[in-house]
């Protein structure tokens, strides 16, 4: 019923997780390519430090949606059209994202904004791609 769904609308918004939130604005994943993160084992702590900061001053200022790391490619499952896996990087593919961040920000240019610290902290490029329309919260 229309009163059940409006109910549940009302506590999707007041839910504090972001997850959970109905986008008001566009999203966009900031994302870096595996291998691209060129450190050394010394720099480590100093980037780790400096790239928390940035996703300190993001939740801070409630833009960002989900951010991580993405483990070795190595120990990919590629599960295929049949529903079938294998294990292992497919053959041929070159690119891999190792790390990424979701921010829901009013314009592409807020989101390189976000992306210019997130690739200052992580001495890396970062790629900025909106999510298409309809996607889901």
């Known amino acids: 019923p229309a009163h059940r769904r409006a109910s549940i609308k009302a506590a999707t918004l007041a839910s504090p997780s972001p997850f959970n939130r109905i986008p008001t604005m566009p999203r966009y994943l900031i994302s870096f390519n595996f291998g691209t993160m060129e450190?050394?084992?010394a720099d480590l702590p100093e980037v780790a430090r400096a790239a928390h900061a940035v996703m300190d001053e993001a939740r801070a200022a409630g833009v960002v949606v989900f951010a991580g790391g993405v483990g070795d490619p190595q120990q990919t499952t590629v599960v295929g059209r049949d529903g079938r896996s294998a294990d292992g990087q497919p053959a041929g593919r070159h690119d891999f994202i190792g790390g990424l961040t979701?921010?829901?920000?009013?314009?592409?240019a807020d989101a390189c904004l976000w992306a210019g610290k997130i690739a200052a902290a992580c001495r890396c490029p970062q790629d900025v791609r909106e999510f298409m329309p309809g996607s889901l919260p």
């Open 102 to 108: 979701v921010v829901d920000v009013p314009s592409r």
């Open 39 to 41: 450190i050394t084992d």
